[in-house]
Nanobody, 129 residues
């Protein structure tokens, strides 16, 4: 059974770059037809899909993030990383990594984490000076 574990700083200052890592066990990032996403949920708001990297390393992003997000992977460590530049307090949220068999054109519309095949426990990020 695949497991995903997010890690990163809990507190980031405005204008800095947020970097989060998702460590994957029980499954490979290179397994065909799986897509690995970052999603977040701000306080009292809905789920927001941020971007994804697929089994071949191709990435896709939410245009609303205006090119601030970047996703990469390290297949030797079986982990993938989110970098979000120029953060503001509006980026305060619980961040999750998730896996799904549907491509981003479908999974970007999920309203609940439970719609994904698997997801991590999330990591809280607060942007504050």
């Amino acid at each position: 059974q695949v497991q995903l574990v997010e890690s990163g700083p809990g507190l980031v200052k405005p204008s800095q770059t947020l970097s989060l890592t998702c460590a994957v066990s029980g499954g490979s990032l290179r397994t065909n037809d799986y897509y690995w996403s970052w999603v977040r949920q701000p306080p009292e708001k809905g789920l927001e899909w941020m971007g994804a990297i697929d089994y071949s390393g191709v990435t896709d992003y939410n245009p609303s993030l205006k090119s601030r997000a970047s996703i990469s992977r390290d297949t030797s460590k079986n982990q993938f990383t989110l970098q979000l530049t120029s953060v503001t307090p509006e980026d305060t949220a619980r961040y999750y990594c998730a896996r799904d068999h549907n491509p981003p054109r479908l999974s970007r519309n999920y309203l609940h984490l439970a719609e994904y095949d698997a997801w991590g426990q999330g990591t809280q990020v607060t942007v504050s000076s």
